[in-house]
């Protein structure tokens, strides 16, 4: 005679696999190289992610006062994810996201809906992991690294995918030591210390690519006015300007200084 199994059992394997897969994931994030790569395996081959194209893994930082807020939040990702989504909780305000790259609607847009009251979501940083790695901890830190970069800097970047931020994740890297600026761009220490208006006319012209008629258009001004604001700049200004060596690190020294001057916000 067949037994069959009682409700509590058939519950115990529920849970049993649920915890099973609560367990893989959370050693995607482990310390050990294997142990992520045998859960990146076993990820794909259980479909709970896309095993043949590029999956967008997405940082996502949270405040919340509230703790059973948060908690509402983390549980309505696991419970509404679609298709290969995948939620994974970290510590210092981090959830990790993946999602299949075929999902009708943006991710972005789908955690902003589950959002509840009592949340904020600071910033979502993204990075793409390819089918042909086996180790996820590239993507992972550098979807973390694009969301930090959000969180400090906002709207001056181009846009939340790592792919998209490569001078600013180098610039990410480096240590906060203001004397670097200091001794590597002068013009950078004086632009910041001057009237805002300045350090926005040289930062705009250096990112238009010093293209007048792209600078004039950002900063709303006729070109006989862009001309006039750089004649008039400092001296170690001018000559930054005239030095291509000089003007591109000018350019990474007020970026940095940016970064850092939120980081300290």
Same mark, same amino acid.
């Given at each position: ?9 058939? *519950? ?30 076993? #990820?794909?081959? +259980? ?11 997405? #940082? ?23 298709? &290969? ?16 790259? +075929? ?8 955690? &902003? ?15 793409? *992991? ?20 959000? +969180? ?16 600013? +994740?180098?610039? &990410? ?48 001004? &006729? ?16 000559? #930054? *300007? ?24």
């Amino acid at each position: 005679m067949t037994s069959v199994p009682s409700t509590d059992d058939t *519950l115990d394997v529920q849970w049993n696999e649920r915890d099973d897969r609560r367990f893989v994931l959370v050693d995607l994030q482990s310390h050990h190289r294997e142990r992520r790569r045998h859960s990146l395996r076993t #990820a794909r081959s +259980r479909r709970w992610i896309d095993s043949y194209g590029d999956v967008l893994v997405r #940082a996502i930082f949270v405040d919340s006062s509230v703790d059973a807020a948060r908690e509402e939040f983390e549980r309505a990702l696991t419970r509404d994810g679609r298709g &290969h989504t995948i939620v994974l909780v970290d510590v210092g305000g981090l959830i990790l996201v993946t999602s299949e790259r +075929r999902a009708d609607n943006s991710v972005e847009k789908w955690v &902003h809906s589950l959002t509840p009251p009592g949340v904020h979501i600071a910033a979502i940083g993204s990075a793409i *992991l390819h089918p042909e790695e086996d180790d996820p901890l590239r993507a992972i830190d550098e979807a973390r690294t694009a969301a930090e970069l959000v +969180r400090q800097v906002g709207e001056a970047l181009p846009s939340n995918r790592a792919e998209d931020l490569g001078a600013w +994740r180098l610039l &990410h890297a480096i240590g906060g030591d203001p004397e670097l600026v200091n001794s590597a761009s002068p013009a950078a220490v004086e632009l910041w210390r001057s009237d805002p208006m300045r350090r926005m006319t040289v930062e705009t012209y250096l990112d238009s690519g010093c293209n007048v008629l792209v600078a004039c258009a950002a900063l709303h001004i &006729h070109r006989t006015t862009l001309y006039y604001r750089l004649d008039s700049m400092p001296s170690v200004v001018r000559e #930054a *300007l005239g030095d291509g060596l000089k003007r591109s690190t000018l350019h990474l020294s007020l970026k940095l200084l940016r970064l850092w001057d939120r980081q300290s916000a």
